[in-house]
């Protein structure tokens, strides 16, 4: 029996009397955490030494922190608008500075990128799991309290029509929810916890708790728990990042499958998918300029494309974003699946409307039987290929308005019969499965927008389904045609292995999450391809470093699942090549001014023949060539924000300087910006809005004073 509540202290109660005292608590990664409740259990525990409480989750988020006075003065008010009345999570900042209580401890399989580097209990508690094994890794560490933030829903607020779902969440809970209720059958004490938040978007289909509900041991609606929802802005996307995802667009099959990840490359990829989709000229206008190799072209022309996408995508990816979302509403991504095989397999090969000559395909392929049976008739039903009452009686069916015909689909008055009860359309396509979401504001918003249609075409379900071909492998690689899993990564070796999630010291930077699970998935699927976008080169200290090395001291993908990688400079295919072939084709996807050390190192390991020479095609590979074509192209092609920003023009235009002005302080140019700060000309009356924004439009004190001065110079130079 659930029981209900509107006060999390109560909820720490009974879960403290259940659990006699030693807590160990499961919760989502991300947005789903139900952060008022974790916060007064915390509490509680910080202050009865007598209590234990062992947290597991991932992706523990939390307002962004300035590094500089000036950057408070631009930070603060934005996080102020965007954050609101956020309720952090109380034990995050105490894991960041290893600063827990003693019966208090964290683990995390994710962590909020670079986050965590500096905190040696974070790192001592971290727990390398790929995202579909968290589930059972939880089970093993024997949690008995798993906790939740629930969306709800009463339409018309009619007492006892209360909906709920794991809305943002259902990924790893729908897989360990079963292994929980055995240990419950055998005895054990677990308890569940709902938090129930009111701007949560509902989700339907596998999202819906339905049956879970009965399980629901605690559900709390605390009037205080409704505050603002952990947002993530869109970032820029620079002209690197621009190219990064151009590349990556041009090996996306249409008619295929897409998986993609959060950030700026992320946001890069769909932009020129969308461009592509809705303005090919433009599209095409930045690949003509700079000229695609023979062999890129021939990759692109036997895997991927540049034409607009006549039969779309299906999305299929742990994680939906605001840019899968849009496309999403966009109608690229539009090809609907089915979870009936049958149906399923005759789709792949052309799109099928209700009708006897459907019954007729489906009965070639054993689905159906000359004579329905009642199993048959709901499945009929279910997909729309039935409508309105259709049932059998005896070896009749009974059609709407009494009308009796034989059960047996060759008899012609049931055929002709049959007709007045078949469907439009196909009913139950899912256009996007997905395990969790997290974006901005504004992406929360769309999906409460959405229309009951396009909201029962997304299915938020569990982990296991999304990243794992194992269970229903026979329905998920008649879905998955074609499927691109593109991800990201921070470097990548000569010989094709990638580095996502770990630097070479041993510290974790973020998490391996679902990535490895989706590079085997490409490898195993026919006509499936991976593909790690990275950025070819990087800045630090003031000096210019390659991302793609020789040898690194970890790898998140190992080299024998090595297939594409994507640089702005172009696309590397790895699959299936020779280790010599493998570093020419990552040499000519690498910055030139780093090309002739990595193939020296190269040369010198015997892995690269004493005499090659790097094509010439590939010796501009440098930024200037692409900001020349980017400036040619105009910001219709590049823009800063291509998903929107929560961000005022005001505010980018700040943020572009203060980016300046970082790398003029990381170059350690300081005689040469003092100098144009100090004795800077400038109007103050031009950048009245910027200064106004930074609080300095009239400078209190010598350090105020610099800072406006820095600031307009820096304003001039970016604009």
Known sequence: ???????????????????????????????????????????????????????????????????????????????????????????????????LPANIRVFEFFFQPGSMLGSDSAQQHYISSNYTHVARDLNARNINVVAQLLAHRNEGNVEGNDEYSFSCNPEVTLDLMPLLLARREAGETIVSVGQVHRDLPFMENDARLDDWLAHMDILVDDPDGHTRLFSTPNMPVNVQDHFVGLHASTLIRDGGTLQIGIGALGDALVHHLRLRDQDNARYLRPLNDWGIPESQQRMIDHEGGTAAFQEGLYGCSEMVTHGLLQLVKDRIIRRPVYDWAPLQQLEMHEPNQPGLALLDLLREQSAINRRLGRAQIRTLKRFGIFRGEVHKQGDQLTLPNGVQVANDLDDRTTREALKAVLGDSLRGGIVMHGGFFLGPQAFYERLRGLSDEERNAINMTRISYVNHLHGDEELKRLQRQDARFVNTAFTVTLLGAGVADQIDDGRVLSGVGGQYNFVSQAHELEGGRSILMVRSWRERASEAMSNVVFAYGHNTIPRHLRDVVVTEYGVADLRGKTDEEVVMAMLNVSDSRFQIGLMEEAQAAGKLRKDYQIPEAHRRNNPEHLHDIAERCGDTSFPLFPLGSDFTETEQRLLKALTWLKEKVSHKEYMELGNKALFHEGSESEFAAELERMELRDPDGVKAHIYQRLLLTALEAAT
């Open 1 to 99: 029996m659930t029981e209900r509540m509107e006060n999390v202290e109560r909820a720490v109660d009974a879960v403290i009397e259940k659990t006699g005292g030693e807590i160990r608590l499961a919760m989502p990664l991300g947005l789903g955490k139900p952060n008022r409740f974790v916060n007064a259990l915390y509490r509680r525990v910080e202050q009865d030494p007598s209590l234990t409480l062992d947290i597991f989750t991932a992706l523990s988020l939390g307002r962004p922190g300035a590094g500089s006075d000036l950057e408070a003065r631009f930070l603060e008010p934005f996080a102020d608008r965007v954050f609101g009345d956020y309720e952090e999570l109380a034990y995050l900042q105490p894991a960041r500075k290893s600063e």
